[in-house]
């Protein structure tokens, strides 16, 4: 197609170029872009895919320098787990006033994003975007963490921690890592910011951390009783979690998530739930209240 390769063009055009290569995890690195036909593969990607021997990396990501993006999202208060699942209309899309476009719609412009469906509601026209594939998970993710917090030196060492309390179940090691990685992020960041005195502030950040590792990560989670703010499934485990910025603390995390039963729509499972409260004081910047539970 004139917007990309599909899945038969790598099947054939690129037969002897792709001999011995796991074609699932290239579908899952590099395809997902649509446009009302088959989802297609960026060309740039697959082109330096087979120049460089088949080594699994974020070719076209690290051509561009969206700095416009770092200003955007400093001046916008975005949620950034919205960007999983916006809904746009056409004038939203065809948005190119820099000074009131919004991110997704930014985002979507100039290829971070794609559309995910079409659909009418109410006599409209509606575009449902989304991350397309794992390049643009990993980069995007890791963009947002260096825009908001310029930890790029100890970024891969957080991961690492974040991931391996997960995995491990670790609760307690968990909150250590939390905690470090807001009381590392530099004073300057939050002058004349008012991003620090909302949750959705620090949602995003361990959004963007955890999201950053490939992790199945659910944000704004629907249950019959209320919205999850974060649910992260990972080796049969869930973790659930509730987040709130406070004056004092005040216990009412997680027990929202006791007195909703959210974990009753993950039963039964192979593992375990935790149920994870966390509250960040607002003048501390910082997490102020945690407690977890394991059902």
Not at 104 to 122: C, H, M
Request: charged share 25%.
């Amino acid at each position: 197609t004139i917007c990309g390769y599909r899945h038969d063009d790598l099947l054939t055009t690129f037969r002897e170029h792709l001999q011995g290569v796991d074609m699932e995890e290239v579908r899952k690195w590099y395809n997902g872009y649509y446009y009302f036909g088959d989802k297609v593969y960026n060309p740039f990607d697959i082109l330096l895919f087979i120049s460089k021997g088949h080594e699994f990396r974020n070719y076209w990501w690290s051509t561009g320098n969206p700095s416009f993006l770092v200003r955007l999202l400093k001046e916008k208060d975005f949620y950034l787990p919205d960007i999983e699942n916006y809904e746009a209309t056409d004038e939203i899309l065809d948005s190119f006033d820099v000074d009131t476009i919004e991110l997704p719609a930014l985002l979507w412009q100039t290829g971070y994003l794609t559309i995910v469906k079409k659909y009418r509601e109410r006599n409209r026209i509606k575009y449902q975007l989304g991350i397309p594939n794992l390049e643009i998970q990993f980069s995007l993710n890791e963009f947002f963490i260096d825009a908001l917090t310029t930890q790029r030196t100890e970024k891969i060492r957080i991961q690492d921690r974040l991931y391996e309390a997960l995995e491990k179940g670790d609760l307690d090691f968990l909150k250590e890592v939390l905690y470090g990685m807001f009381a590392g992020i530099p004073y300057h960041n939050f002058t004349n910011s008012k991003l620090p005195q909302y949750e959705g502030y620090y949602a995003s950040l361990i959004f963007a951390y955890f999201a950053s590792l490939g992790l199945d990560t659910i944000t704004e989670d629907t249950t019959n009783k209320g919205r999850i703010d974060m649910t992260i499934k990972m080796n049969g485990n869930v973790f659930i979690f509730e987040f709130k910025v406070v004056e004092a603390v005040t216990g009412n995390a997680l027990q929202q998530i006791k007195d909703r039963k959210y974990y009753e729509k993950y039963q039964p499972t192979e593992g375990n739930i935790f149920l994870v409260g966390i509250e960040f004081g607002r003048k501390e910047r910082n997490i102020l209240n945690y407690q977890w539970e394991k059902v």
